[in-house]
């Protein structure tokens, strides 16, 4: 026996339990009376939403708030540790003297341009078009 029946069908009976309409509704009960793997399939989906809607969601619930409260007050505390901190202010100070070094740079260089160009400027005038007599 088959385990899967068509990725058409799978498809079809995925949206036929999320949206329950007639006119699939009909179409998924002839196909599930000569298709063993789509009604199993459905079987199983039916009975996980029977479970589920047996099961109280309030415990789970209620756990699942503390751990998660739990869990967040410990990020909170490891965010306070000393390493943490000091980490966080490196970084700001790395950021700010990373940037000031980027300013001093760009203005050191523009200046060596502008020195360079004077340089040259002294170093080589313009040269003289040398006029031959004719
Ligand atoms: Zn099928």
Known sequence: MNDFCSENWERKIQ???HQPTQGVKREVQDHIRICPAC???LDEHLGIRKVL??????????EFDRRLSRR???????????????????NIFF???IGVMIV?????FSRMA??????????DP???EVILPD
């Open 15 to 17: 949206s036929f339990l």
């Open 39 to 41: 009604k199993s399939a």
């Open 53 to 62: 809607k047996v099961l109280p969601d309030e415990e789970p619930g209620e």
């Open 72 to 90: 967040i007050q410990f990020i909170k505390q490891e965010r306070n540790r000393p390493v943490f901190r000091y980490f966080e202010v490196f």
């Open 95 to 97: 950021t700010i003297i």
């Open 104 to 108: 001093v740079l760009f203005f050191l």
């Open 114 to 123: 502008e020195s360079i160009e004077k340089k040259k400027d002294k170093q």
């Open 126 to 128: 313009p040269k003289q």
